[in-house]
Structure formats: C-alpha cells, structure tokens
C-alpha cells in the first residue's frame, strides 16, 4: 500500500519465517519487584521529591507503591499533600524525583533477583528467541536509572512505561503496540508473556490477552498471586525455564 507521498508502507510481516502459531514471540517484564529490588530508592525518593519540589513533607506514609504507576502515585501524593495535580507540577516533582532516586540507589544494596539474570540469557539463547520489552509503571527514564545500575537497561528493545498513561491496563496496551511495531507484525495476546510481582501485574496482562507470569519476589505473597489465577505462579523466577514460558 502507497501513502500520500508514494511511498511504500510497511505492511503487517506475514508470519512466513515466524515461530509457529502459538509460541511467544514477546515477553514484557516488570521492574520493580520482578526484575529488581533497588532497595525502597523509588519510595524513598518519591517522599523526598515531592518536599523538595512543594516543601510538603510525610505524603507517602500511608501510601501503596507495590504495583501502582508512577503518575498514579504522583496524584494520590498531590491529593494528600493539597497540591493542583498539572503538568507542571508533574514535571517539576519527577525532575527532583530523578536526581534523587540515583543517590538512593547508590547507597542501597539492591540487585537482580534469582533467576533473573538467567532467564533473561536463556529467552535471548533461544532458537526463535522472543523480543524482551518492559511493562512497568516507573516512568521511562526512572526504568533506566534503576535497571542500569543493575546492567540490565540494555537487555530490553522497547517497553510500556508510566510515561504512555496512568492506568498500568492502558501501559499494557501500549507495550503490546510497540512489541508489533518492534516486530513489524502485530501480536496476538497469547503470543506476549506479562512477567510481574502484583495482582495488578496478572490483571494488565490479562487486559491486553497475554499469559501471566507471576514471580513472588516483590510486592505479594504466593498464594495471592495464586488467586489471580496467572499462567504460572513461582517463588521466583529460578523455577521456570525459558523453554517452559515459551513453548507452544
Ligand atoms: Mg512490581
């Protein structure tokens, strides 16, 4: 198909070449809880920013952080502390929140969980290897900070982050978007895996039809996260192959 200019668009890829129908050909990763623990540096952070940038201390006290989305908390944290929620103040609370969730991670001992590490390197070893993208509420340059300083930012092509919306369900939606534009072929639900640590994690992934995946190294027990009824629910991720997640 031409577009006004002449040019050729890149059509949806056919699936010649493709794994067959029915293995995954994404898998889209949380962060916090998932794939890292930064030791409270975003929680920490988040307090001290929002005092910085509007001098109003003690928001977060009775917060919950486990699988929320970042412009989420932000305006939970405006409504406790009596600040107009705008893109202004926005902008201004994660400009500090940026500079402060570096030094937080530094001088906390975080780190990849067990079997991180490992299943990333098998799922990027595999013959039809699936694209590995993130699907996190962080916003896209907090995801960086906190995944670089664990080497681990440049193992992921792409993600969904707290930047496309507030809602974790419509951050979903993008990631699955940007995973067909990556592999210039949309995807079908079942053919994306949602690795997360929440109920809010087997819920986005549900939204957009992927398997679910979750790991009890975060932000819920096992037998909660059991009661979501995800695809497969592990203590952590050293109890799965990448054979077994992605296999037809
Ligand atoms: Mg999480």
Redesign the pocket.
């Given at each position: 198909m031409a577009d006004a200019q002449g040019k050729t668009k890149t059509a949806a890829r056919p699936r010649v070449g493709h794994p067959a129908c029915g293995a995954v050909r994404l898998v889209l990763f949380?962060?916090?809880?998932?794939l890292v623990s930064t030791g409270g540096a975003g929680m920490k952070a988040f307090g001290e920013a929002f005092e910085a940038a509007f001098g109003v201390g003690e928001v977060t006290g009775k917060m919950k952080f486990?699988?929320r989305t970042d412009y989420s908390l932000f305006r939970e944290m405006c409504r406790h502390g009596g600040i107009d929620c705008t893109a202004e103040t926005r902008d201004s609370f994660f400009s500090h929140y940026l500079r402060l969730v570096d030094s937080h991670i530094d001088v906390n001992r975080g780190g990849p969980f067990p079997g991180v590490v490992r299943m990333l390197d098998e799922l990027a070893a595999l013959p039809d290897a699936p694209a590995l993208g993130l699907l996190t509420?962080n916003i896209r340059e907090g995801a960086k900070r906190k995944l670089g300083a664990y080497g681990l930012w440049d193992r992921f092509a792409f993600g969904g982050f707290s930047d496309d919306d507030e809602d974790r369900n419509l951050i979903a939606a993008a990631a699955k978007v940007r995973g067909g534009e990556y592999l210039e072929c949309p995807l079908d639900g079942p053919e994306i895996v949602v690795v997360?640590?929440?109920p809010r994690?087997v819920a986005c992934g549900r939204h957009i039809g992927a398997r679910t995946l979750a790991v009890a190294t975060?932000?819920a027990t096992l037998e909660a996260l059991r009661e979501c009824e995800p695809d497969w629910a592990v203590p952590d991720l050293t109890h799965l192959s990448a054979v077994q997640i992605c296999g037809p």
């Open positions: 949380d962060i916090d809880g998932t486990a699988g509420g997360g640590d929440t994690d975060g932000g």
